[in-house]
């Protein structure tokens, strides 16, 4: 198969794309060039500053919040029902808007659930407590696959937004209380139901994003079908491209394959390296109902080959990693092993040290054991000091200068130039100076650029992959990423 995509021409394509692009609102000292300077390499406090979140940073979320403050209050039948009779944004917790007494639905309820993001001025254990409330149980969710139960022990950071789920008995009053706000939600004998924490708090309906919005169009580097898109520049001076393969059915994507370019604008299909049908062996056994979802599969040269690390869609939720039969590009692959590696998906590889890592899931981190063909040690969670993870799949680390990056996705609400709330799927990352954290808390790379990577080109400089913008989806884009002075990534 020679099929190729793009224009044969170094037309600046690459360049066009990134002048497109509105540098990013984070407000932050320096103007950087492809590379951190020494200072930031060895400077332990400049670091530790960044760990947290700045003024300028903490002005941009407030900001955020304040087109978002509030909570989702929701009232059920009973602790039982599945369905909502009444929904609405609270003022708090425990303070129903004026407008919700009113409702039927809320005097025939005797439950309440409140969904939202809290934020205590100072950290440390809040010794939370709902007084009145009857039987009441609240939950922390970390990103969307980690959430713990919330105790009056459990930790919170200071300036940093955690979604939250709380549930409590409620008992409508004959007359409402007003209180600040609206009315007080009320518990048995028409009392006060009161939420009780040691230091003040904030909250809001959305988790606050800020900075990386790329407000311009950048175009799509060539007409692929792909989602998830991986370029590497390889040790034979061509930059390959990998990533879910025609994606109009992600139950059906049953190929993984690889595109050559040797100037990011033109590219040829080497064709099918690896086909259900054809190639998988235990896959079949877990992929029983004839489906074959092949998702975000990413390219490595590691130890003179080639690699790739894939993933199983649903109907397993899991990975593994193909090693070419002939140290070459094109393969043939063959599966390392006789089941999968991973227990989630979106795995990468990253070498530090003379030692292969492996990264999957929301941010689970393990060595490799020696041909790649499973896991040396039981996995580490990577997190901020907080406790959060970056976002909850897609992730890809990075070392610049002695600084580990860690990028991961998630699909966040963000302001348009009207106030209204939008959704887009989004790339995320945070820094720490060891592998193994903890890391930075997380701040927007790329609006729209969900599930990428970064890559160097021949040139040095530094590039992310997307396949979403203004005007085009799962099309390969690619934009131009430049390392602050102060270590901050922006698009550039």
Known sequence: MDRRYGSAKTSGIIAKAAAFLLVPLLLLSGCGRGEAPSAFRGEKEIMKELMTYSEEELKQIDEFVSRTAGVTMSFYKSSLSSKAAYTCVAPDVCTMPENAFDDPAVAGSRFIRVEGYICFSEGGAQNIALENGGNWDMTVTY?????????????????????????????????????????????????????????????????????????????PIADIHIRDPFIMLSEDGFYYMIGTYEPDDWANTREIHIYRSPDLAGWTDLGAVWNFERDATWQKDILTDGTSPIWAPELHYIDGNYWICYSLGWGAMNGSVLRSTTGRVEGPYEDVGSGPIFDYIDSTLFVDGGKVYAIWSDGLLSEMKSGLTGLARDPVALTSASGKRVGFEGCYVMKIDGVYYLFSSTYTFHLDGSGKLYQTYDSYYAFSDRLEGPYSERRLLLERGGHNNLFYDKEGNLYTTAFYGEGFSERPAVVRITVEKNGLLTVS
């Open 143 to 219: 990103n969307e696959l980690h959430t713990s139960n919330c105790t009056e022990k459990t930790v919170f950071a200071a300036n940093v937004y955690y979604k939250f789920n709380l549930c409590y008995d409620y008992v409508p009053a004959d007359v409402p209380v007003k209180v600040e706000g609206g009315y007080a939600a009320t518990g048995a004998g028409e009392t006060v139901v009161s939420f009780h924490s040691d230091h003040s708090y904030k909250l809001s309906t959305q988790d606050p994003s800020f900075g990386g919005r790329t407000a311009e169009k950048y175009a």
